[in-house]
């Protein structure tokens, strides 16, 4: 009950700006023709984009700045990723985010910096709110336009750097996270860099062991460092070793300290699910697949070759309609072609033949 209090709070406190600018929208669009309203509308959504495009340029200019290198970029469902010397463009999104900029920091330094680039995105949005607000002051001509950029930029850099946990936890609350443990900070700086072997094609088993790390009970309070503890569960899942995985992830979610960003929670679940689906046992899937989670797979199925590869197992074990999981079968293989992260898209092929021939 707690958790929801608090998730209610953080979404009144992120919706409400967003709320104030609809009103000034209409306000000052009120009176102009329909003609006029869509075109003031398609330039306020136009801005909207071009901030979250600013949001995480700060990102990448502050993580350069600290020695960081460029591993990809995202806005939206567009994402730009570095393989070799080639830039590659690709269609992926994670739910709960309008971007990422992930990025390989310096691992020869002693002490792993983290702060400029955790909030470069909401510093460098501030900042240009601030230049919009006074463009605005200077040339009144444009005063709509450069007060709807000046709210959009401090209202994405305001609420990214005041910590918050939601679906996914915001730049703010990894600030937080890391500057509470040296041993975040360092599980922070790891799961940078096997994220950046796998866009590269490595696949998660054969990324070296050097790059993992043993948990305390106490690590998993940390929601930085808990994140080791889902990459050793995918090491295990890449090296066929599904029954271990299973009995990790049920250990994982089970432990009430374990400060899992949602989104990870529900992803966790969702394997879980997967298996219980090819063994016909729907106990669980009954009890835990619900809306929330639902809405995740929703959101993440034309980008997320787990999400089709559920939905598979959902409707051929559970509904028993083998012409839509055929349709899901079909959406699997589009976005495995399309999928950022070639290792892993090895390891979704060899997961998803387990419900192919019914095999656990």
Avoid at 25 to 54: E, P, Q
Avoid at 156 to 179: E, K, Q, R, S, W
Avoid at 247 to 272: D, G, N, V
Avoid at 273 to 287: A, G, M, N, Q, V
Wanted: aromatic content about 14%; overall charge neutral; glycine content about 8%.
């Amino acid at each position: 009950m707690k958790k929801k209090i608090i998730t209610i709070i953080q979404s009144i406190i992120y919706l409400l700006p967003f709320m104030y600018i609809g009103i000034y929208i209409g306000s000052k669009a009120g009176n102009l023709s329909l003609l006029y309203f869509i075109l003031f509308l398609g330039i306020s959504i136009l801005l909207l984009f071009v901030t979250i495009i600013i949001h995480e340029a700060g990102h990448l200019l502050f993580g350069l700045w600290s020695g960081y290198q460029f591993s990809s970029f995202r806005v939206a469902n567009l994402m730009w990723y570095k393989v070799g010397d080639k830039v590659k463009l690709t269609r992926f999104s994670i739910p709960g985010t309008g971007g990422q900029c992930i990025m390989l920091p310096p691992m020869e330094k002693g002490t792993i910096p983290y702060f400029w680039y955790n909030a470069g995105g909401g510093i460098l949005n501030v900042l240009v709110a601030g230049i919009s607000w006074l463009v605005g002051v200077i040339w009144s001509d444009f005063t709509f336009y450069t007060n709807i950029f000046a709210m959009f930029n401090a209202l994405i850099g305001i609420a990214n750097l005041i910590p918050m946990n939601g679906l996914v936890p915001n730049d703010g609350y990894n600030i937080f996270a890391l500057y509470r443990s040296p041993k975040a900070r360092k599980a922070f700086a790891l799961g940078l860099w096997i994220t950046g072997e796998q866009l590269l094609g490595t696949r998660i088993k054969d990324i070296d062991d050097s790059y993992f790390m043993e948990l305390s009970e106490e690590d998993y309070s940390n929601p930085i460092t808990v994140n080791a503890a889902i990459h050793g569960i995918s090491r295990l899942l890449d090296r066929g070793d599904y029954g271990l995985a299973c009995h990790e992830i049920e250990k994982l979610l089970s432990k009430p300290a374990a400060k899992l960003p949602e989104i990870y929670r529900q992803l966790l679940t969702l394997e879980l699910l997967y298996f219980d689906l090819i063994k016909s046992d729907f106990t669980r899937l009954e009890e835990n697949y619900d809306k929330a989670i639902q809405s995740t797979v929703k959101a993440m199925v034309k980008s997320t070759p787990s999400a089709s590869r559920f939905l598979y197992a959902y409707e051929k074990f559970y509904e028993q309609n083998l012409e839509s999981s055929k349709k899901w079968q079909d959406t699997f293989e589009k976005v495995c072609q399309t999928y950022p992260y070639a290792g892993d898209t090895e390891m979704e092929r060899e997961l998803m033949e387990l419900a192919i021939n019914n095999i656990v």
